[in-house]
């Protein structure tokens, strides 16, 4: 899934990528950068 990584700038393929709720109750995503292995989040299910 393509995600965003505020460390490298750049749209990167999140792997370990698992759905998430957020505190107001929507569907979001997190994963870890490829490159750099920054945690990555996008919202939306
Ligand atoms: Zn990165």
Redesign the pocket.
Known sequence: MAMY?V??R?S?EGKDVAPVTMKNGKPAKKGK?E??G?TMFRIGA
């Open positions: 990584c460390k490298c750049a990167r950068c490159v750099c920054t």
